[in-house]
Each structure stands twice: as structure tokens, then as C-alpha cells.
């Protein structure tokens, strides 16, 4: 295929990618929110969907979270987080998504009595019923950088039993006066475990290079979640690059929590050698699942099929699959473009 081919709906829907930055309660789609609290008898303060729709606004990271958080309320029983990621998986599996790596927040739902037990198991049931719709599926588990560093460990020390059913660790929320290093007990407990490691790193936060520089050096993670103020630093890029290191960024997202959709500092990214890879976040709440994210950076960029195929595979070698399983997903990327109707 040539590079000189315009992207179209069609070919990025069908191209198979990886989604390394998906939030599963992100996914909550006005109808579903109102389907489990009629179910549940939660009173969210709205009784139709374009009720439950209009709350959906926010201009910050800050105002983006206080709609957030309140909406988990309706999550209750094993099913409900169950049907959640279900309804996500069959959404991802439409866009050629082939491998999901999920966050999860068990603290956002243990802090209101919610056992961690139900959360995990509801989740990997559908993670493992993914398979069905042809996706390859794993839970990452998030802590909330805004509670303490005791209540993070507890977490991880409760989630432990589960150990078999989810493969890293994350961390998420206001990064305002939470840095990596206040997490570094949880993440080696983590690392001991033999879970792999990510996290957060928001964009145009106050000490976002030192955040990163925290992550790189200290915590010494197999991922970043965000992560495009790199730039600001090219020793740190060069890092990135050579450890081989993924940024899990999410173009949409950042149009909304920020003034930049980020664009050039990704396209930048991406031609250095970095393996840049574009996500959803929180698709339910931007409006923008992964393939409307490759498409928006593609518009915005002035990006071409050869350098959506290049993301594409990204998101593949930036996973946490085995080389073996990686290699044959690279290989579906080739045949994929290979068999592409020219027109």
C-alpha cells in the first residue's frame, strides 16, 4: 500500500492494533450507566439517557475526574463490572483491536464497599469471554495516586490472591502533588510479584519531566501512560527509545483535558524511533473509541496509512505479549495491508 494513500474509516476500523490505555469504567456509556442503576436502585439524579449524556462534560483533567467518579456508583454486583468490560470488548473488537491491556481502579470502588473480589472477577470473566469476539485480553490494575501510598499497598496486598488473573500494576488520577516516588514501595511489592509496571504520566502537568525522569530512573517502569512532555527533554527521549519503552498516548483525550491534542509532539515521537502508540482512554466519556483516535491524530497530522501501520505495530511490540505472540500479530498487520483492496 502506498504511503501516498489517504487513511480512510474502512482500513483503520480493520487494521489490528493493540489498545494499551483503556480505563474499563471510561467505558461507561450513558445507556448502560441508566441500565444499572435502574438495576442496581441507584439514584443518579438523571432518569433518561440524554439526561445521563449532559453530565458528560468537563474542560480539565480536575472537572473530567469529579464526573468520573461519581458515575462508578452504579457499578455493585460481579455482573455489572462483567457487562461493562463485555459491552467494551465487543465495542474494541469492531475496531480491530486484536490485544487490550485494561486498567481497572479497585480503590474506587473498595472506598465505597465494594469487596476487590467482585471488581477482579467480574473483570476477567469478561476478559477471558474476549476471546470469543477475537480479542486477546488482560487487566492492569490501577492505584489512585490521590489516596495514600498505605492505602495503594493494602490494595495490592488484598489483589494478591487474584495474582493469576491480572498482569501489571498502574497508576492513575490527579498527579498534582502525587509523584511516582510516593508509590515506590507498592510498585517493587509489585515488581516482586512478577507483575510488569506502568503509570501515569498526564500531560502538562506542574513537574511533568520530573515525573517522568522519576519513572524512568527510579520506579523504572515497562511502560508510560501518556507521557508526550518527554519531549521537553531529549536525554529522556533517547532513554525511552533505547530501553524500547512505549508511550500510551491518547489524542482525544488530550483535545479535551488540555488546549493540544498533542499531535506534533507525537508525530515527533514517532519518527525519532519511540514506540508511540494511540489509545481511547476514556472512550465513553470523549466520544472516541481507538479507531476515531487514529483517525483524529491522521486528520490532525497530515498522517499517511504507512504511518498508521507503523502505530499499529506499536502497539503490538509496546505490549506485554510474549515475543512469539507479537511476532504473529506483526505478521497479521503485514497480511492485513498486503490484502487491502487498492481502491
Not at 492513575?172 to 515506590?184: T, Y
Request: charged share 20%; net charge negative.
Amino acid at each position: 500500500m502506498s504511503s501516498a494513500i489517504v487513511p480512510s474509516i474502512a482500513f483503520v476500523a480493520g487494521l489490528p492494533k493493540a489498545e494499551l490505555h483503556l480505563h474499563l469504567e471510561g467505558t461507561l456509556e450513558p445507556e448502560l450507566k441508566l441500565e444499572l442503576a435502574r438495576r442496581n436502585g441507584v439514584d443518579i439524579g438523571q432518569s433518561t439517557v440524554e439526561q445521563v449524556r449532559a453530565t458528560y462534560e468537563f474542560d480539565s483533567l480536575a472537572s473530567f475526574l469529579g464526573v468520573y467518579y461519581p458515575a462508578m456508583d452504579v457499578l455493585v454486583t460481579e455482573a455489572d463490572f462483567y457487562d461493562l468490560a463485555t459491552a467494551y470488548f465487543r465495542r474494541a473488537a469492531a475496531d480491530g483491536v486484536r490485544r487490550v491491556e485494561a486498567f481497572f481502579d479497585p480503590q474506587a470502588h473498595t472506598s465505597r464497599g465494594i469487596p476487590i473480589e467482585t471488581v477482579i472477577l467480574g473483570y476477567h470473566r469478561a476478559a477471558v469471554d474476549a476471546a470469543g469476539l477475537g480479542v486477546s485480553a488482560e487487566l492492569i490494575l490501577c492505584f489512585l495516586r490521590d489516596f495514600t501510598a498505605e492505602s495503594a499497598l493494602e490494595t495490592l496486598q488484598s489483589a494478591l490472591p487474584y495474582l493469576d488473573r491480572f498482569i501489571g500494576v498502574g497508576l492513575d488520577s490527579d498527579e498534582r502533588g502525587n509523584p511516582p516516588a510516593k508509590f515506590a514501595e507498592v510498585f517493587a511489592l509489585a515488581r516482586a510479584n512478577g507483575l510488569k509496571l506502568t503509570m501515569h504520566c498526564d500531560i502538562d502537568q506542574v513537574g511533568s519531566i520530573e515525573n517522568i525522569r522519576q519513572v524512568l530512573e527510579e520506579i523504572q517502569v515497562d511502560r508510560i501512560d501518556h507521557g508526550t512532555n518527554i519531549v521537553e527533554n531529549p536525554e529522556l527521549v533517547t532513554l525511552v527509545r533505547e530501553r524500547g519503552l512505549g508511550l500510551t498516548c491518547c489524542p482525544v483525550s488530550n483535545s479535551f483535558v488540555t488546549a493540544d491534542m498533542k499531535a506534533v509532539e507525537m508525530v515527533a515521537l514517532l519518527h525519532f524511533g519511540v514506540l508511540v502508540t494511540v489509545n481511547s482512554d476514556d472512550p465513553a466519556y470523549f466520544g472516541a473509541y481507538v479507531a476515531d483516535n487514529y483517525l483524529a491524530l491522521a486528520e490532525k497530522a497530515g498522517l499517511d496509512t504507512d504511518e498508521l501501520v507503523q502505530l499499529a505495530k506499536n502497539s503490538f511490540q509496546a505490549s506485554w505479549l510474549p515475543d512469539a505472540e507479537k511476532q504473529a500479530y506483526l505478521a497479521e498487520i503485514d497480511a492485513y495491508v498486503a490484502g487491502y483492496p487498492a481502491a
